[in-house]
């Protein structure tokens, strides 16, 4: 598989092969978009981590956040960092690879390798671009549920995420009650607010603004809209912190200087970080994903599709369900996991809330929390005692 | 009785959960570090969900594998629909609630059975220790000084059978632990128990 054309620009080697699994699924039966279009024959890239057992009963279904990808626990392909789950995913982890089958997929949408704008559509033999169908969060789910028939797994023993990840999650419990056991939903929601919903239209606008998105159509030009996604990201990071977070790793320091410049440089530390993280964003992800996945989050409104109350989403589930917050979070904060928490009390669902105490804000899933890490193991360990899985490795 | 149970419980919760049916459906309200949780779906194979506003107690009954969430009784169990469980228990924790009487309904909406357990303020050490020295008791039962005590409504044995007559709610069991734990029913003498009973557990029903 090469490097998918967004990331792409004139003058790049494009023979990087992307490592993992592909899959084209939707070649007998189309997946009928919430938007109204079908997409058939459609890419979706995914990673696998531990063994599947012989009944297929411990495969776990890790969903990604807005920026995250398949890439969680292993060195990512483009940025050779480490995967954004390290810390969760692997052999005596919380989410113990020699117990679990751990699975994660490229969002539709998304840019590493599943369908979104920048791959190619096969009725022009072009990249979609703004030509691709604009996607929702239940659209992606449907897409992982065809990946688990193709792979034939008929049920997950888990379904785990944090942000967006956790609202996928959600949408697998409302949607398809009798493929899971267990749902962690992590630092989520299950709608957008309009601060939510703010915050996405002004990264929306900073890459519709970048001259090099070329009204998304760069990759024709040779072009990426690199500012505009830099700043798209920058604005973004920000909400992923919190005030105590920042002020404990930057204060007012500044950035390898005396004194004030005067000028517009990065004098201050925080500034000269956010500018690396808007810069090192940009090669790994691509602007019109961005744009699609942002918007996919901003129309998920769960309770709204369930005739405006949230706990007619669960009745009668049979799921065992591990809500879980950050008390420094302010995107997802709290009070959003409670709400989903009371829906589930008022249909009597098995549930455990925990609000970990941390100042990591929204990024704090992401982060060596080790309170964080004990619940979530000792929720799985619990749910595996009920569904029955043997304490043993697998293989 | 649970000889057997590696960890020994509190004799109140032991009271407890020996009026609980096996395979019932259990809310355990402030279930703190969720020993009596633990003992229900480990010995007695009830499904237990358990209530908690301590963030500790509720991250070790989570990491412990119990489903326990983190909330405010006083609040949360509003959520839930009409006798979703089969017992509702709450030990321990009634005089601390801002409005018990109103805590007393939720549990019995939401609960088939409710049981609750109460540290007794007429036991008669209590009363001497009144008279004698005027002040405050603290003692294991309410070891808390007055100025930081969580125990808000404090009451007797006396007082919550008759609120119990008021508000039409049936005591099916009703049991009094005196100092060293050992469980007395009620015999036909309410004074004595009133006086002798350091701690009483109720089974109720509406």
């Avoid at chain 2, 509720?58 to 169990?77: F, K, M, R």
Wanted: glycine share 10%; aromatic share 10%.
């Amino acid at each position: 598989m090469i490097l998918p054309k967004g990331l792409v620009s004139a003058g790049d080697p494009i023979d990087f092969v992307l490592p993992g699994h592909r899959v084209f699924l939707g070649c007998d039966r189309p997946l009928k978009l919430d938007c109204g279009v079908e997409l058939s024959e459609f890419p979706v890239a995914y990673q696998a981590y531990g063994r599947l057992n012989k009944d297929g009963s411990n495969a776990i279904l890790v969903c990604h956040a807005l920026t995250g990808d398949q890439f969680m626990a292993e060195s990512h392909p483009l940025t050779h960092k480490e995967g954004w789950w390290d810390l969760m995913v692997g052999p005596g982890k919380p989410l113990d690879t020699m117990h679990y089958f751990v699975l994660c997929v490229n969002v539709l949408g998304g840019c590493m390798g599943s369908a979104g704008p920048s791959e190619i559509n096969p009725e022009t033999g072009e990249a979609w671009g703004l030509s691709f169908p604009v996607i929702t969060i239940a659209d992606m789910v449907r897409a992982q549920a065809m990946l688990l028939d193709h792979l034939g797994i008929e049920k997950l023993f888990a379904v785990i995420g944090g942000s967006m990840g956790g609202m996928q999650v959600l949408e697998w419990a409302a949607s398809f009650p009798q493929r899971v056991f267990a749902a962690v939903p992590i630092a989520a929601a299950a709608h957008h607010t309009a601060q939510n919903i703010a915050f996405h239209e002004v990264g929306r606008q900073a890459i519709m603004a970048d001259p090099d998105w070329c009204g998304g159509e760069y990759w024709r030009y040779g072009k990426r809209p690199h500012r505009g996604l830099a700043v798209a990201r920058m604005a973004a990071h920000i909400t992923y912190l919190s005030e105590p977070k920042l002020h404990e790793k930057f204060g007012r320091r500044l950035q390898d200087r005396e004194g004030l410049t005067y000028g517009f440089d990065a004098d201050f530390q925080v500034e000269s970080y956010l500018r690396h993280q808007g810069i090192s964003f940009v090669e790994r992800f691509d602007a019109n994903s961005y744009l699609y996945i942002t918007r996919a989050m901003d129309y998920f409104d769960m309770a709204a599709r369930y005739g405006g109350g949230l706990a007619n989403a669960f009745v009668d589930t049979p799921i065992r369900f591990c809500v879980i917050s950050f008390t420094s979070d302010w995107l997802y904060p709290t009070v959003e996991s409670r709400r989903i928490v009371h829906a589930l009390n008022a249909v009597a669902a098995n549930v455990s809330f925990a609000e970990i105490v941390s100042n990591g804000g929204h990024d704090a899933f992401l982060l060596d929390e080790p309170k964080f890490h004990r619940v979530l193991t000792g929720f799985l360990g619990g749910a595996a005692q009920h569904r029955g899985l043997p304490k043993t490795p697998t293989g | 009785m649970s000889a057997a149970y590696p960890k020994a419980m509190r004799a109140d919760l032991q009271l407890i959960a020996d009026m609980i049916e096996p395979g019932s459906r259990v809310l355990d309200v402030g279930c703190a570090d969720g020993a009596l949780l633990d003992y229900l779906v480990n010995e007695k194979g009830v499904d237990g969900r358990g209530i908690e506003l301590g963030a500790d107690g509720v991250n070790a009954c989570v990491s412990a594998g119990l489903s326990v969430i983190q909330g405010d009784a006083e609040t949360d169990l509003f959520d839930y629909p009409d006798h979703a469980f089969d017992y509702v228990v709450l030990s321990q924790t009634l005089q601390a609630m801002r409005a018990p009487k109103s805590t007393l309904e939720q549990l019995l909406r939401v609960g088939r059975h409710a049981i609750v357990s109460l540290p007794n303020f007429a036991h008669w050490r209590l009363r001497w220790h009144l008279v004698v020295s005027g002040r405050m008791p603290v003692n294991p039962t309410l070891p808390y000084e007055w100025y930081e005590t969580p125990n808000i409504h404090l009451c007797t044995i006396r007082d919550f059978v008759i609120l119990c007559r008021k508000m039409r709610v049936t005591i099916e069991r009703s049991i009094s632990l005196d100092r060293n734990g050992v469980p007395r029913r009620f015999g036909r003498s309410l004074y004595m128990v009133n006086l002798f009973g350091e701690q009483a557990v109720f089974l109720l029903r509406t």
